[in-house]
């Protein structure tokens, strides 16, 4: 299986630390980011990854150039920013023909990707994505779910005021082929995954609520949980 890390955010709620680095790069107790999602993919058996870039890109190819992942990493520079769904489209030869995992690259995060995606090729007739959610402990600025009592998505609250609850989207996706084919039809190329596909596709997400642990690393305050975090992160995923 192949995957995509959307990398190519801005961060600017993490300035002044993006105005020089890049946010997939902004480092956790010196560690980049994407150090981390690299390694427990590859260590996982995906295949290879595609890592798209923007903001201080040079920065980015300079760090994979150097990485012992080099030979499994395609970098796409974006000039202008597509969206989240538009960097897939464009990208759709690369995961061609099986399902493939998409992961917004400024989470910490780790999870089972095997039992991941066993869970998703074992998904029943009709789901197209399996989506990774988490217990948040800041639901007004998450995606708060919806969830039937089969796991099915129904509703998605994005940082509604007064969400109905704390389960909230990961930003991790296993998606079909037929996610392609949807996009394919919007026939635009900047589209956004959040407010343009999702909605699409209520009651056929499946949610997969299995995660070990996940912290969205969009402002100062998670910046410095997740470094508090990391001794747990190290025990529970055995990664220095």
Known sequence: MKAIL????????LRPITDTVPKC???????????????MLFSQGVEQVLVN?????EAVVEFVNRSRWRDRVVLVHETDLLGTGGTVLQNRDFVAGESFLVAH?????CFDF???????????AGIEITMISFTTDSPKTCGVLELDDQGIVR????KAENPPGNTANGAVYLFSQKVIDFMVGLGKPVIDLSTEVLPAFLG??????????LRDMGSPE??????????VYRRVFGQN
């Open 114 to 124: 095997v039992a991941f995606r066993d869970h998703h090729e074992n998904r029943r």
């Open 105 to 109: 690259a400024d989470n910490l995060t």
């Open 53 to 57: 870039t923007h903001h201080l890109h």
């Open 25 to 39: 790069l902004v480092p956790i107790n010196g560690r980049p980011l994407l150090d981390f999602w690299l390694e």
């Open 155 to 158: 509703r998605i609250h994005e």
């Open 204 to 213: 056929r997400i499946q949610a997969y609520q299995r995660v070990l642990y």
């Open 222 to 231: 998670n910046l410095g949980r997740a470094e508090r975090d990391l001794e």
């Open 6 to 13: 959307l990398a190519a955010g801005l961060g600017t709620r």
